[in-house]
């Protein structure tokens, strides 16, 4: 059974770097894109982007200039960088397996951007 | 972007009933649809993918349908595990994008 383990610092101050990591247990990265997707109430749920095995990246292009997805193959891990955070970018940030239609999840960690 | 415009926002309900979430893309996506499910404090739960694939150990009370522009979630004999609140997602063309949300409550 995939599971996905989420982990980052969740309290950052405006214009600091959020970094987060998700583990993948009982599978391997091979084969799969994976994902980073934020959800707030201003603005629902928005992917960030996704990578491969391979280091192969896709972004959104309103979050392009600020973030960095990367993978670690030999942790069988991803990681998330968002530059230069705004109170805008206060959300619950999952990783998950897909690039569409996401069929495991991380359980989330709750990001507060605050002066 | 591909817009996702789901209706209604909000859905009311019983226990037994059956109910319909639309879903309608800006533009089409042929089926690169994808329908979620999301109880307070969860992550999404994934139901179907390519508008109509149910996943491996969803209730076949949940059906999707639908391709283009227009789709589709039913659930049949609604249970009451099943109010939560329910997500499209189109995976057509990056940027991949979500639905509003409909809450389904009783």
């Known amino acids: 059974q995939v599971q996905l383990q989420q982990w980052g610092a969740g309290l950052l101050r405006p214009s600091e770097t959020l970094s987060l990591t998700c583990a993948v247990h009982?599978?391997?990265?091979?084969?799969?894109?994976w994902s980073w997707i934020r959800q707030s109430p201003r603005k629902g749920l928005e992917w960030i982007g996704d990578?491969?095995?391979?280091?192969?990246?896709n972004y959104n292009p309103s979050l392009q200039s600020r973030v960095t997805i990367l993978v670690d193959s030999s942790k069988n891990q991803f990681s998330l960088r968002l530059n230069s955070v705004t109170v805008a970018d206060t959300a619950v940030y999952y990783c998950?397996?897909?690039?569409?239609?996401?069929?495991?999840w991380g359980q989330g960690t709750v990001v507060t951007v605050s002066s | 972007d591909i817009q996702m415009t789901q209706s209604p926002s909000t859905l009311s309900a019983s226990v037994g009933d059956r109910v319909t979430i639309t879903c309608r893309a800006s533009?089409?996506?042929?089926?690169?649809l994808a329908w979620f499910q999301q109880k307070p404090g969860k992550a999404p739960k994934l139901l179907i993918s390519?508008?109509?694939r149910l996943e491996s150990g969803v209730p076949s009370r949940f059906s999707g349908s639908g391709s283009g522009t227009e789709f589709t979630l039913t659930i049949s004999n609604l249970q009451p595990d099943d109010f939560a609140t329910y997500y499209c997602?189109?995976?057509?063309?990056?940027?991949?994008?979500f639905g509003q949300g409909t809450k389904l409550e009783v």
């Open positions: 990578i491969n095995h391979s280091g192969k990246t």
């Open positions: 009982g599978g391997s990265l091979d084969i799969y894109y």
């Open positions: 997602q189109q995976y057509n063309v990056y940027l991949y994008t």
């Open positions: 533009q089409s996506i042929s089926d690169w």
């Open positions: 998950a397996r897909g690039s569409g239609g996401q069929d495991y």
């Open positions: 390519r508008a109509s």
